[in-house]
């Protein structure tokens, strides 16, 4: 059994610590709160937890008390306050010591950190951790990234702690830098993308189909049945069926319409942005994240404009049919996308990320678990497909629900919903499997105007100029 530190007991902390010890594992612990410590120290005990929880005054008996080589798993804000523990820990520790970074850091910091601290001699690993309190208390899905060397110091005790699907840890390492951390922001992106569809699945249901929350919930229960099963499915059931105890009103009826982030969903798109992958429904995602914040400018122009959505005329069985179909061909295109950026990232940092890997440790723990992990994981592992939609049992599922999403795009958009990721789901596929774009023009323009060269259909390769100028 392995003596750990761990630094931050916030509320993923606390449960992390707890969930080392249940797996039999010591753990030192370090915060400004000896309050807090006292109180894990406490719950471990109450638990009957196999492993002791030591709590630490300071940060030289912190690190006095881990045998060495030491390993230092730190669970504070990323950016600002993570420095400050690396800085104060830095001096404190000896050759071969590792830190292990379990926030949402962005991975080009993590990249810089794992190259400063390997120059001191000091280990550094970037992980990403997701599950939230819950998960990280009996299970979350861990995606590390840093030295192989650094890897097998921990991975005993974080494969013990981590969430299993059919025995099987959903914690892996995937490479060098920060590769952990960018697997974990594009999860991220996923999630926003996957959160983002059931926001407008929501919209259409309550604005379109004048359902009330109780009977959304019920379709989201019912989609749990199919291949949506996921535990974001499963969770909006549970928010949608929810009642206020003060008023006795839906709960969905009260939460404010402002949705916050705190940034790994924008860093997705950013990063995508820069690889030159497609990740659309992020943006959408994102978009309407930023523009539901400013709900002033949003008063003002609904009473400009007037009344917007309006209802949707077709019968409610079947826009419900359609609905859950056009959710199923908008889930496979988000991690259509996810995956494309990831293995565009893979090219070009030379990560070599084993995308059938990425996919096991999402099936159970993290935030966007769904049955459709172990299809893509098995796609990866075994097809050798080069995209998700051509591997046959995606192509079955759009084939057989991207009419679907068609039609909910335009029941929708001709309703005046907002759709976004919808709509971008659907532009996805129709950009991705159209054999003769229209790029052509874009490129007839680009020569008209800057002489930049296009490629003739019948002489492919050679670089030429239209015939615009004489
Ligand atoms: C997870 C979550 C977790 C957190 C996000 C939410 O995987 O456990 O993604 O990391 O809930 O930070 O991000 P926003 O605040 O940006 O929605």
């Given at each position: 059994m392995a003596h750990l530190g761990l630094i931050g007991i916030g509320v993923m902390g606390?449960?992390?610590?707890?969930?080392?010890a249940e797996e039999g594992h010591d753990v030192s612990l370090l915060d400004r709160s000896a309050d807090k410590m006292a109180e894990v120290v406490q719950d471990g005990q109450d638990q009957g937890l196999k492993g002791t929880l030591i709590a630490c005054a300071d940060a030289e008996t912190f690190v006095k008390?881990?045998?060495?080589?030491?390993?230092?798993l730190v669970l504070v804000p990323s950016g600002g306050p993570l420095d400050s523990v690396i800085n104060m820990l830095k001096p404190l520790l000896d050759k071969d010591?590792?830190?292990?970074?379990?926030?949402n850091s962005n991975y080009t910091d993590t990249e810089k950190r794992v190259a400063d601290l390997e120059n001191t001699g000091l280990l550094f690993l970037g992980m990403g951790i997701s599950?939230?309190?819950?998960?990280a208390r009996h299970g979350p899905s861990i995606m590390a990234g840093g030295s192989r060397k650094s890897w097998a110091r921990v991975k005993g005790p974080l494969q013990d702690s981590a969430a299993k699907y059919e025995g099987d840890p959903c914690c892996d390492w995937f490479g060098p830098g920060g590769s952990g951390h960018f697997i974990k922001m594009l999860h991220n992106g996923i999630e926003y993308a996957d959160m983002q569809l059931i926001a407008e699945a929501y919209g259409l249901m309550s604005n379109g189909l004048g359902m009330n929350a109780a009977e959304i919930g019920k379709v989201f229960k019912g989609w749990m049945d199919g291949p949506l099963n996921s535990y974001l499915i499963e969770i909006a059931a549970e928010v949608a069926l929810a009642t206020d105890p003060k008023t006795g009103a839906a709960m969905l009826d009260i939460i404010l319409d402002k949705a916050g982030q705190k940034g790994t969903g924008r860093w997705s798109v950013i990063e995508a942005l820069h690889l030159g992958a497609p990740a659309s429904m992020m943006a959408a995602a994102v978009e309407a994240r930023n523009i539901s914040a400013d709900i002033e400018t949003r008063l003002q122009m609904d009473a400009a404009f007037g009344p917007s959505p309006q209802a949707i005329s077709t019968s409610k069985t079947d826009a419900l049919v359609a609905l859950e179909k056009a959710m199923i061909a908008a889930k496979v295109c988000a991690y259509a996308q996810g995956f494309e950026v990831l293995a565009r990232a893979s090219d070009t940092f030379d990560w070599d990320l084993n995308m059938a890997a990425i996919a096991r440790v999402w099936r159970a723990g993290c935030i966007i678990r769904s049955v459709f992990l172990d299809e893509i994981a098995d796609v990866f592992d075994g097809s050798g497909?080069?995209?998700?939609?051509?591997?046959?049992?995606?192509?079955?599922?759009?084939?057989?629900?991207?009419?679907?999403?068609?039609?909910?795009?335009v029941m929708g958009l001709s309703n005046g919903h907002s759709v976004p990721a919808?709509?971008?789901?659907?532009?996805?596929?129709?950009?991705?499997?159209?054999?003769r774009s229209t790029a052509n023009m874009i490129q007839g323009l680009r020569d008209y105007f800057g002489a930049h060269t296009f490629e003739r259909v019948d002489a492919l390769g050679e670089k030429v100029n239209g015939p615009w100028h004489d």
């Open positions: 606390s449960a992390f610590a707890l969930n080392l008390s881990l045998p060495k080589p030491r390993s230092i010591d590792l830190i292990a970074d379990l926030g599950g939230g309190a819950d998960g497909a080069k995209h998700l939609m051509l591997a046959p049992v995606f192509q079955a599922h759009m084939k057989t629900n991207a009419p679907a999403l068609q039609n909910i795009v919808f709509t971008a789901a659907l532009n996805y596929h129709n950009m991705r499997r159209t054999g």
